[in-house]
């Protein structure tokens, strides 16, 4: 069974703080990797993929991508209270069936 | 440009009805996906269509389930004889290709009574 795995929270930070979300996957051939935002009642919302290695910025946004030890972070830099939301990550298993696996979910809550 | 759609945002039904939810992608998309999401719950998936292959139907939770796509643009999820257990927000997302970006639809709200 492929899994993603996030930790549920709620992750609670100060304003202009530095949240720090994590994701581990268990199939260790996944390729593409993505953060969504979700606000209640809304559908999710791309924020970042990543496909190699290393650290992606757009923003205040980082997306860090480890694959030997199989996790992937979002870190947001400046965090407002508008950052309040789910974050979900997902993975595309190395399956070639293109089936994403999402986490449950990270919600965080931004501080004033 | 214009992002998903979806139609109804909300449905309303009786246990036992037959649904029909509809996902219109992004044009030029040829991947889309039908997703499931219960209340507090994760993204299930559904079923994956890309081009015209045969769709990815390995999600489906029963064969009450079934989905199309016509033209490869436009498709409907059906959900025969529904029952309380199929209540959730039903999310279809596009892609340009496989294995990249998707983007959600704004959701169909699935309610049985």
């Known amino acids: 069974q492929k899994e993603v795995e996030q930790n549920s929270g709620p992750l609670s930070v100060p304003e202009g703080a530095i949240a720090s979300l994590n994701c581990t996957y268990s199939d260790r051939g996944s390729q593409s990797f993505f953060w969504y935002r979700q606000y209640s009642g809304k559908s999710p919302e791309l924020i970042m993929s990543i496909y190699s290695n290393g650290d992606k910025e757009d923003g205040r946004f980082t997306a860090q991508l480890n694959k030997a030890s199989q996790y992937v972070s979002l870190l947001i830099r400046d965090s407002q209270p508008s950052d309040s939301a789910t974050y979900l990550c997902?993975?595309?298993?190395?399956?070639?069936?293109?089936?994403?696996?999402f986490g449950t979910g990270t919600r965080l809550k931004v501080l004033a | 440009g214009a992002g998903v759609s979806q139609s109804p945002s909300n449905k309303v039904t009786e246990k036992g009805k037959d649904v029909e939810l509809r996902c219109d992608p992004i044009s030029g998309h040829t991947a889309l996906y039908w997703y499931r999401q219960s209340l507090g719950q994760g993204l299930e998936f559904l079923i994956y269509f890309q081009g015209n292959s045969a769709p990815d139907k390995s999600g489906l939770p029963s064969d009450r389930f079934s989905a199309e796509r016509t033209g490869g643009s436009v498709s409907t999820l059906t959900i025969q004889r529904t029952q309380q257990e199929d209540s959730a927000v039903y999310l279809c997302?596009?892609?340009?290709?496989?294995?990249?970006?998707?983007?959600f639809g704004p959701g169909t709200r699935l309610t049985v009574l």
């Open positions: 997902a993975v595309e298993p190395n399956s070639g069936t293109y089936k994403y696996i």
């Open positions: 997302a596009s892609s340009f290709a496989p294995g990249v970006e998707q983007f």
